[in-house]
């Protein structure tokens, strides 16, 4: 082998580099498409977001906030969303096989014949949140499908606004929306840049501002005082970030007796916010 390598020319090392830069310049590019279409997806443009099913597409015809640019829709789920007459829509529709659609959400995705390309919902101001009684913070949560059922959870109880950080939390997008069922267009989105802040600007405004931990002092229903209360929920396995825990008013756990003492970020949402609202309703009943 040492007698091979040393009889090689300075051409044969020249062509060797050569040959290799080709083959990382051909691995870069086949990389490079395969994150920019993960699954086979394109991407919609113009800063669109994709949005599918029948309850989400629903939600958004039915929201007069959502900006719809496209349609595309099979006859069968035209009839289930009683369209009508397409062409009397403010947009325009598409009338396509299920295959048309696969092709842009990627074969995995339920999409039920029907998928939109709209504008995303805009962002409300913080500061926009007189009268609200009960706020659902997430301290970069970032699985889309968790979000997602989240805001289910937020609409069926009452949530009057969502806030997330601008960093480290999904962009609006058909998972998302799909994980929500049409709860994306029932709740405000409120995007900050700085969460520690935002929590201060809350308590200012009057709420009580709690923190979810498993390690709490406290049972959360022991926790809630007063009339407007925001709830604060950490990341999947890492939980609250340090400075959200040194921000909030209060850190309390939920109380659960079995030997599993977590539960999904999803799934804690929902228990909280059920608790949030027992006490927010017994302490409107006192007035």
Do not use: C, W
Request: charged share 25%; aromatic share 2%.
């Amino acid at each position: 082998m040492s007698d091979e390598k040393n009889s090689r020319t300075p051409k044969d090392a020249h062509y060797a580099r050569l040959r290799r830069a080709h083959r990382e310049r051909a691995q870069g590019k086949q990389h490079g498409a395969a994150a920019a279409r993960p699954h086979g997806k394109s991407e919609p443009q113009d800063g669109l977001v994709r949005l599918y099913g029948l309850h989400t597409v629903r939600a958004a015809l039915d929201n007069p906030r959502r900006r719809i640019r496209h349609m595309r829709v099979t006859r069968n789920a035209a009839a289930r969303l009683e369209l009508g007459e397409t062409s009397a829509l403010p947009f325009p529709v598409e009338l396509v096989e299920p295959r048309d659609i696969d092709r842009l959400t990627g074969p995995d995705a339920v999409h039920q014949g029907v998928l939109i390309e709209a504008e995303p919902l805009a962002s409300k101001p913080l500061g926009d949140l007189r009268g609200a009684a009960l706020v659902l913070v997430l301290d970069q949560v970032t699985d889309p499908h968790n979000v997602g059922a989240i805001m289910r959870s937020a609409v069926a109880f009452g949530v009057h606004a969502l806030v997330t950080t601008a960093r480290h939390s999904p962009a609006e997008s058909g998972v998302l929306a799909k994980a929500a069922s049409g709860a994306l267009e029932h709740v405000d989105h409120v995007t900050v840049r700085n969460l520690a802040a935002a929590i201060e600007e809350l308590k200012e405004a009057g709420f009580q501002v709690i923190g979810l931990d498993s390690e709490g002092p406290e049972q959360l229903e022991a926790t809630f005082a007063g009339d407007r209360i925001a709830l604060v929920l950490g990341a999947e396995g890492k939980g609250l970030r340090q400075k959200t825990r040194d921000t909030v008013s209060a850190l309390a756990r939920l109380d659960m007796p079995g030997p599993i003492r977590s539960l999904n970020v999803s799934n804690a949402a929902a228990v909280s916010l059920y608790a949030a609202r027992r006490h927010l309703s017994a302490a409107i009943s006192q007035r």
